[in-house]
Structures are given as structure tokens and as C-alpha cells.
């Protein structure tokens, strides 16, 4: 199975701050990482696909990049509704896998 | 618009079976697979498999393949996936998830599944 390691596990940031996540796969997964963002009570909601492909109505302030095994999620202009978790997710290869989540705080 | 509507809350003994449903709606069903994904209370998210409506196939996850069984009833529009033999640690919120080029596009609003002797 591919492993995907989120980093970091949590993060406390500000309104308007620039935030990073980092997903680092175990072996290459080209440009087949997803990006969620899921708020308590919640399902889980697409951000970015392929990498660094917005999910339509998801704002602009959400951006990724990467390829191989390095993937990174990129929240600019934070706002309060950004405070959420955040997990990547690689459809490279079956059993599909996801990181163990980044807990934002803002 | 695309909606994933699951069957409700469930509460069974250790041992016992559940089955839960994914009733699709707003799209063609049969034109993108469904997948289940599972989440401990307080975890992560574990994918645990997917089928193709069109054809009945599946692809589980190594750690269900056997207690776990996907099925479609394309009449209905709606997909089932039953988990056998439960224990404590299957205590999970079990998600259905619309596949869209193999990320999930949608999502169901999620069964809690509770495992209590």
C-alpha cells in the first residue's frame, strides 16, 4: 500500500495568514493526489483533484502543487471558515489512501 | 443536482452484520462507480473499496475483503455495502462517495455505525 504522510498533524494560524500542508506519498503517484477539507459533523468536500485542480466553487485562496511524492496544499488569505481538517488522498493505485489529516486552526 | 442520501444510524451487537444504502440521484448512476470510505470517531479516513454500477464489479481494500460485500440494485439507484462479523473497532461513520476520475466529487451524508455489546 502507498503511504501518505500529512505534515503537519496541526496548525494554529490567522485571519489572513498564508498556510502550507505537505502530503508525502511512499512512492510516486504522479499527479494523483486530492485535496478535502472536512468541518466536525460534516462529509468531507473536494478541494483540488489532479494535484492542482480546483473543484469548482471551492475560492481561489486554495491552491496545490507537487508531483512523484511530494504534494502541497496552499490555503492563502486565510479566513475563519477555513478552520477545518485537511486530508490529501492518492487515487494513483488501489487500496486508495489518504493522510492522516492537519488539523487547521484559525 | 447529485445527491447521495444513506440510510440511518445503527446500533448492533459484536458478531452481528449491517447493511448500509446509498441512494443516488441527479446523474446517470450507472456512470460512475461508487466507493466507501470509513472513519473511526476522532480519525481519519479509511477508504475501504468501490463498485461499478454498470457492472456489479468490485475492488475491495485488502483489510475488508473478507467481511466486506458492495452491491448495486440499479432499479433503485441505489448501492449497499455490508459488513460481516463486526467488532468494537468497526465503530465508524461509513461514508458513500460519487467517483469522478478517481476522486471522490460527492459524498453521502454518512452512517454512523455503532458496535456495542
Known amino acids: 500500500d502507498i503511504q501518505m504522510t500529512q505534515s503537519p498533524s496541526s496548525l494554529s494560524a490567522s485571519v489572513g495568514d498564508r498556510v502550507s500542508i505537505t502530503c508525502r506519498a511512499s512512492?510516486?503517484?504522479?499527479?494523483?493526489l486530492a485535496w478535502y477539507q472536512q468541518k466536525p459533523g460534516e462529509a468531507p468536500k473536494l478541494l483540488l483533484y489532479?494535484?492542482?485542480k480546483l473543484q469548482s466553487g471551492v475560492p481561489s485562496r486554495f491552491s496545490g502543487s507537487g508531483s512523484g511524492t511530494e504534494h502541497i496544499l496552499t490555503i492563502t488569505s486565510l479566513q475563519p471558515e477555513d478552520s477545518a481538517t485537511y486530508y490529501c488522498h492518492q487515487y494513483y493505485t488501489t487500496p486508495n489512501t489518504f493522510g492522516q489529516g492537519t488539523k487547521l486552526e484559525i | 443536482q447529485v445527491q447521495l442520501v444513506q440510510s440511518g444510524a445503527e446500533v448492533k451487537k459484536p458478531g452481528a452484520s449491517v447493511k448500509v444504502s446509498c441512494k443516488a440521484s441527479g446523474y446517470s448512476f450507472t456512470g460512475n462507480s461508487i466507493h466507501w470510505v470509513r472513519q473511526a470517531p476522532g480519525q481519519g479516513l479509511e477508504w475501504m473499496g468501490w463498485i461499478i454500477p454498470s457492472n456489479g464489479g468490485t475492488i475491495y481494500a485488502p483489510k475488508f475483503q473478507a467481511r466486506v460485500t458492495m452491491t448495486v440494485d440499479r432499479s433503485i439507484n441505489t448501492a449497499y455495502m455490508e459488513v460481516t462479523s463486526l467488532r468494537s473497532d468497526d465503530t465508524a461513520i461509513y461514508y458513500c462517495?460519487?467517483?469522478?476520475?478517481?476522486?471522490?466529487?460527492?459524498w453521502g451524508q454518512g452512517t454512523l455505525v455503532t458496535v456495542s455489546s
Open positions: 512512492q510516486g503517484i504522479t499527479n494523483s
Open positions: 489532479a494535484t492542482s
Open positions: 462517495a460519487r467517483d469522478n476520475g478517481g476522486t471522490f466529487h460527492s
